[in-house]
């Protein structure tokens, strides 16, 4: 059985940090990429970062120099830090192994005062 469980969202104020977690089981985890995408009511899904199985990473426009995606094979587990954080960026944030197109539940994130 595969699962993705991602957690660390909630509530931030503008200019702060999250740390987003999502824990993979069910998969031999070391040798697939992995996704994290959000989507904001309204508006499509966007891919935000992407993380090789050797650790080569992509972001979108939006959040360069500001997100950093990161991965511990030993914990099965990706993560996604969130610095300086601004209202555009307040969405439901989803984890994806992107090669069998696996998708967790979600974790929200809402960027407010």
């Known amino acids: 059985q595969v699962q993705l469980v991602e957690s660390g969202g909630g509530l931030v104020q503008p200019g702060g940090s999250l740390r987003l977690s999502c824990a993979a089981s069910g998969i031999i985890f070391r040798i697939y990429s992995m996704g994290w995408y959000r989507q904001a009511p309204g508006k499509q899904r966007e891919l935000v970062a992407v993380i090789t199985s050797v650790g080569t990473t992509n972001y979108a426009d939006s959040v360069k120099g500001r997100f950093t995606i990161s991965r511990d094979n030993a914990k099965n587990t990706v993560y996604l830090q969130m610095n300086r954080l601004n209202s555009e960026d307040t969405a439901v944030y989803y984890c994806?192994?992107?090669?069998?197109?696996?998708w967790g539940q979600g974790t929200q994130v809402t960027v407010s005062s």
């Open positions: 994806n192994i992107r090669e069998v197109n696996y």
